[in-house]
T-cell receptor, first 113, second 112 residues
Framework: GAGVSQSPSNKVTEKGKDVELRCDPISGHTALYWYRQSLGQGLEFLIYFQGNSAPDKSGLPSDRFSAERTGGSVSTLTIQRTQQEDSAVYLC???????????FGEGSRLTVL | GQNIDQPTEMTATEGAIVQINCTYQTSGFNGLFWYQQHAGEAPTFLSYNVLDGLEEKGRFSSFLSRSKGYSYLLLKELQMKDSASYLCAVRDDSGGYQKVTFGIGTKLQVIP
């Protein structure tokens, strides 16, 4: 596709349920990032994938959060047993590699009731 | 880890010039980005500085001093549409990764 695609754009779930958020990066981009942005706040780094290397998971806030990137392309961010504090916009970005700009998707807005 | 500081809010007048500062502390610094984010939208790329000095791109310029851990974004001839948050982000190459960490963002309000 022409840009980074994320789905769903909006997700409302009940506390305790699991959710999966999908990111389809720009074709050929080797780097993929997940960030979380709460209302009125900055971007909080979650996880970073670069090619086939082991991901940098240092930003994941708890073991309820996990992410995978299959075939070096599509990525899925999974949040288990969601909590109200997980409510935020989850942004995915991809880049061509070293020093290249990050292209962001429109985000997935998660609301946990 | 990284520590990125920028003012949370600024106000400037249409047609004027505004400078948004960013200071950072990171062990493996290898570049600094500026992004613009309008409310409810995804961030969009403005500039990337690796070497010391000023990079000019139309009404927007970005400056970097690696030795001082300091950058600024300069916006000239402000327009109402420039009202947005401006995010400073640092690329850190320590640990074998190229992590990009964002500051909290500076919310700029342009007034008539």
């Amino acid at each position: 596709g022409a840009g980074v695609s994320q789905s769903p754009s909006n997700k409302v779930t009940e506390k305790g349920k699991d959710v999966e958020l999908r990111c389809d990066p720009i074709s050929g981009h080797t780097a993929l990032y997940w960030y979380r942005q709460s209302l009125g706040q900055g971007l909080e780094f979650l996880i970073y994938f670069q090619g086939n290397s082991a991901p940098d998971k240092s930003g994941l806030p708890s073991d309820r959060f996990s992410a995978e990137r299959t075939g070096g392309s599509v990525s899925t961010l999974t949040i288990q047993r969601t909590q109200q504090e997980d409510s935020a916009v989850y942004l995915c970005a991809s880049s061509q590699g070293l020093g290249a700009e990050l292209f962001f998707g429109e985000g997935s807005r998660l609301t946990v009731l | 880890g990284q520590n990125i500081d920028q003012p949370t809010e600024m106000t400037a007048t249409e047609g004027a010039i505004v400078q948004i500062n960013c200071t950072y502390q990171t062990s493996g610094f290898n570049g600094l980005f500026w992004y613009q984010q309008h409310a409810g939208e995804a961030p969009t790329f403005l500039s990337y500085n690796v070497l010391d000095g000023l990079e000019e791109k139309g009404r927007f310029s970005s400056f970097l001093s690696r030795s001082k851990g300091y950058s600024y974004l300069l916006l000239k001839e402000l327009q109402m549409k420039d009202s947005a948050s401006y995010l400073c982000a640092v690329r850190d190459d320590s640990g074998g990764y190229q992590k990009v960490t964002f500051g909290i963002g500076t919310k700029l309000q342009v007034i008539p």
